[in-house]
């Protein structure tokens, strides 16, 4: 089935440094990729949509200097956190569909833990 | 605000026991809805999906969900859960675009 890499899993950085998150369709092309953070004990919330070749769109409340995307390739978006802070710390889940695919058809990667000190 | 809710943060139980969690969301009109486990160290992954037709949905691992529209409601639910059923679980609503608005989730223990 499909498969969505994400990379890093785990990653510490300092206050003021940016931070790149990769997020990797495998097997097949992702024509769209989403951004999710999830806080703890509360919800995915979805931060910006991205197609390949052209700008995110970003949810309302979503600061796009703050969390740049890029999805120059139909198997590669990455989200960079620019001069983190401690707040930025959190859950970020990327999840991607293929040309055509239904929204059951998403494929999640596993996530990257951030933490900010 | 549009949300979805999920009533449980933590549910614990022991192997054998059945399992309901609760899923509530407050979208008007038309919506699919969804069910998603992750499982520790792992993707999420579909468990099941309702678009129309038999408000009881039979997904995969024995899991099953029904919809109850003038609930608004799409609770899972498993009649014996296994020790490899630990996971959290997310409920999730598409109303009728492409995006996926997701509960808090529900941690579950399951106890050898």
């Known amino acids: 089935g499909a498969v969505v890499s994400q990379h890093p899993s785990r990653v510490i950085c300092k206050s003021g440094t940016s931070v790149k998150i990769e997020c990797r369709s495998l097997?097949?092309?992702?024509?769209?990729m989403f951004w999710y953070r999830q806080f703890p004990k509360q919800s995915l919330m979805l931060m910006a949509t991205s197609n390949e070749g052209s700008k995110a769109t970003y949810e309302q409340g979503v600061e796009k200097d703050k969390f740049l995307i890029n999805h120059a390739s139909l198997t590669l978006s990455t989200l960079t956190v620019t001069s983190a802070h401690p707040e930025d710390s959190s859950f970020y889940i990327c999840?991607?569909?293929?040309?055509?695919?239904?929204?059951?058809?998403?494929?999640f990667g596993s996530g990257t833990r951030l933490t900010v000190v | 605000a549009q949300s979805v809710s999920q009533h449980n943060h933590h549910v614990i139980l022991s192997e054998a026991a059945s399992l309901e969690l609760g899923c509530n969301y407050s979208y008007g009109g038309t919506v699919n809805l969804f069910w998603y486990v992750q499982y520790p160290g792992q993707h999420l992954q579909l468990l099941l999906k309702?678009?129309?037709?038999?408000?009881l949905v039979k997904g995969i691992k024995g899991f099953e969900a029904e919809f109850i529209k003038s609930k608004f409601s799409f609770n899972l639910r498993k009649p014996s859960v296994q020790w490899s059923d630990t996971a959290e679980y997310f409920c999730a609503v598409n109303p009728n675009d492409y995006k996926l608005s997701f509960g808090a989730g529900t941690t579950v223990t399951v106890r050898a």
């Open positions: 309702y678009f129309s037709g038999d408000p």
């Open positions: 097997d097949f092309q992702a024509t769209t």
């Open positions: 999840s991607a569909s293929a040309l055509g695919q239904g929204v059951d058809g998403y494929t």
